[in-house]
């Protein structure tokens, strides 16, 4: 594996510039897969009041750019680390890819794929994670406070008035904080998150038709779209949770080289947000394809 420390030695030395070398060692995994590789990488930790470090629209640009010329039928290894995102932008990603690569589409955690990004994770027919690795709930947010939160404060509020109509007052000040038909909002964005990692789950890693996998798919959802257990939208849930709550996950310390290769990828990808002042978003293939998002455009 090719440390931080040895990809600047490599940077400094004769074998070029970083855009190079971090195209060297994504091409040399996909050698060894044997399998198309499109990595999705987000600056969010290095740059985290920068713009766009989200998963958006704007993202389908980049997945075009990627999968053009790249041969379907080898499958797909998608790299992914991000904060999560937009849960459509992650849909017409999902529905975009899986035509492209009929379903054969495995997932690589190599740090942190979180909220919309381990919807992403969910719609692969597995999920390749180390220890070092992290997925998050998916229940959604508004402007940081969970869906969850909202749903309850609603319900809490007709509770309470419906015992006591002399708290009316107190919960119509609470509540005024909230835009008109906020509670249906909240509560389709629930639903939304639930639909689409249902189906997501049901049509690749496991089979919806199948009674025994009905059960899997609806435990998993239930524990990654839900706040009261979680606490908190940005916990980190290991590999060993992802594994015990049923998700098909391969662990990267079972082959070595798989991980030794993956990590230099990882390293490649941090050190050109490290030495870019712009970049925070980087969408980027084996072959030739790359988008670098920055901080006011795609290039």
């Known amino acids: 594996m090719a440390n931080i420390a040895d990809i600047l030695k490599e940077i400094s030395s004769a074998s070029g510039p970083l855009d190079i070398i971090r195209k060297k060692y994504i091409r040399e995994l996909s050698d060894y897969t044997k399998r198309n590789t ?3 990488y987000s600056g969010w930790l290095i740059k985290q009041e920068a713009p766009n470090t989200d998963i958006n629209d704007s993202d389908m640009t980049g997945f075009m750019e990627a999968v053009k010329g790249l041969d379907y039928s080898k499958g797909l290894d998608l790299i992914l680390h991000t904060p999560g ?3 459509t932008a992650a ?9 492209k690569f009929n379903n054969d589409i495995r997932i690589i ?3 942190m794929a979180m909220s919309a990004g381990t919807m992403i994770a969910c719609s692969g027919k597995c999920i390749i994670m180390g220890k070092h690795s992290s997925l998050g709930p998916i229940d959604p947010q508004f402007n940081g406070i969970p869906a969850y939160s909202i749903k309850k404060e609603f319900e809490q509020a007709k509770d309470e008035v419906t015992k006591d109509p002399n708290t009316f007052m107190y919960w119509k000040i609470q509540l005024e904080k909230y ?6 909002i909240a509560i389709s964005s629930i639903e939304l998150s639930e639909v689409l990692v249902k189906e997501w ?3 690749c890693m496991f089979d919806e038709r199948n009674p025994e996998d009905k059960k899997v798919i609806d435990k998993i959802v239930k524990a990654l779209n839900e706040n009261k257990n979680s606490k908190s939208h940005g916990r980190h849930l290991d590999v060993d949770f992802c594994s015990n709550l049923g998700l098909k996950i391969e662990r990267l310390e079972d082959d070595q080289e798989l991980q030794d290769k993956v990590l230099s990828v990882h390293h490649a990808m941090t050190l050109t947000f490290n030495s870019s002042p712009t970049a925070v978003k980087i969408i980027e293939n084996n072959e030739e394809g ?3 998002y920055t901080f006011n455009s795609a290039k």
């Open 38 to 40: 499109i990595v999705y």
């Open 85 to 87: 995102g937009n849960p």
């Open 91 to 99: 849909e017409s990603i999902v529905k975009y890819l899986r035509k």
């Open 109 to 111: 955690v190599p740090h």
């Open 179 to 184: 835009p008109a038909a906020f509670l249906d």
């Open 201 to 203: 789950l049901g049509t």
């Open 290 to 292: 790359t988008m670098i």
